[in-house]
């Protein structure tokens, strides 16, 4: 299945929402897309087995489906980011030595989207405690070959999950507009146990 740009971005908004119901015209604007062609997508969506709509009054609102077994996959595909370019590739490059003791990264924040020269580089690193003190270690020798300042977010799978849950602005923006590196198995489990009640 390959997804267009926007269909990832509803796909990550409603999982960044999991816990939450969201209707047609909340999705379309968190997507700066058009209630019609959003419409259209969460319908395809459904009709896959990807998404299920439950009607609230007389609205329909939409969440992932984790019940099919392709939802998960084609969750991960909405996470992959298309060729890495720029700052971003030189960025991803850096970092990749904390791939061996982190779960999953994803870049979000100005870095990724402002056109001038950010200040810092905001990144979600999902660890266990036990490779925290690993992680402290690497993340200091990557500082110091990466001319911004690394922002961390460290968090457990269960951090994430309950951050999640809670709607939490730095998560949900992280899981809605960032930019994953790695971990897109890890990223979609939390989700999934994030959407369960």
């Given at each position: 299945?390959i997804l267009?740009?926007?269909?990832k971005c509803?796909?990550?908004?409603?999982?960044?929402?999991?816990?939450?119901?969201?209707?047609?015209?909340?999705?379309?604007?968190?997507?700066?897309?058009?209630?019609?062609?959003?419409?259209?997508?969460?319908?395809?969506?459904?009709?896959?087995?990807?998404?299920?709509?439950?009607?609230?009054?007389?609205?329909?609102?939409?969440?992932?489906?984790?019940?099919?077994?392709?939802?998960?996959?084609?969750?991960?595909?909405?996470?992959?980011?298309?060729?890495?370019?720029?700052?971003?590739?030189?960025?991803?490059?850096?970092?990749?030595?904390?791939?061996?003791?982190?779960?999953?990264?994803?870049?979000?924040?100005?870095?990724?989207?402002?056109?001038?020269?950010?200040?810092?580089?905001?990144?979600?690193?999902?660890?266990?405690?036990?490779?925290?003190?690993?992680?402290?270690?690497?993340?200091?020798?990557?500082?110091?070959?990466?001319?911004?300042?690394?922002?961390?977010?460290?968090?457990?799978?269960?951090?994430?999950?309950?951050?999640?849950?809670?709607?939490?602005?730095?998560?949900?923006?992280?899981?809605?507009?960032?930019?994953?590196?790695?971990?897109?198995?890890?990223?979609?489990?939390?989700?999934?146990?994030?959407?369960?009640?």
């Amino acid at each position: 299945m390959i997804l267009t740009e926007n269909e990832k971005c509803v796909l990550r908004f409603l999982a960044a929402n999991a816990a939450r119901d969201y209707s047609i015209n909340d999705v379309a604007k968190a997507c700066g897309i058009t209630p019609n062609g959003a419409h259209k997508m969460l319908t395809k969506l459904e009709r896959e087995g990807v998404l299920k709509a439950k009607k609230i009054a007389n609205i329909k609102a939409y969440k992932p489906d984790f019940e099919n077994e392709r939802t998960s996959k084609v969750y991960e595909l909405a996470f992959m980011p298309d060729e890495l370019q720029g700052r971003v590739k030189l960025r991803a490059e850096d970092l990749k030595q904390l791939r061996a003791v982190t779960k999953a990264c994803i870049l979000f924040g100005s870095y990724i989207t402002a056109k001038q020269k950010p200040g810092d580089l905001d990144a979600l690193f999902v660890v266990e405690k036990n490779t925290f003190e690993s992680y402290k270690k690497a993340l200091a020798r990557v500082q110091d070959i990466t001319p911004v300042k690394i922002h961390d977010i460290v968090q457990t799978t269960s951090d994430l999950q309950q951050n999640l849950k809670k709607s939490d602005p730095i998560v949900t923006e992280a899981m809605h507009k960032g930019l994953a590196l790695w971990g897109f198995d890890t990223i979609v489990k939390v989700i999934k146990n994030a959407a369960e009640k």
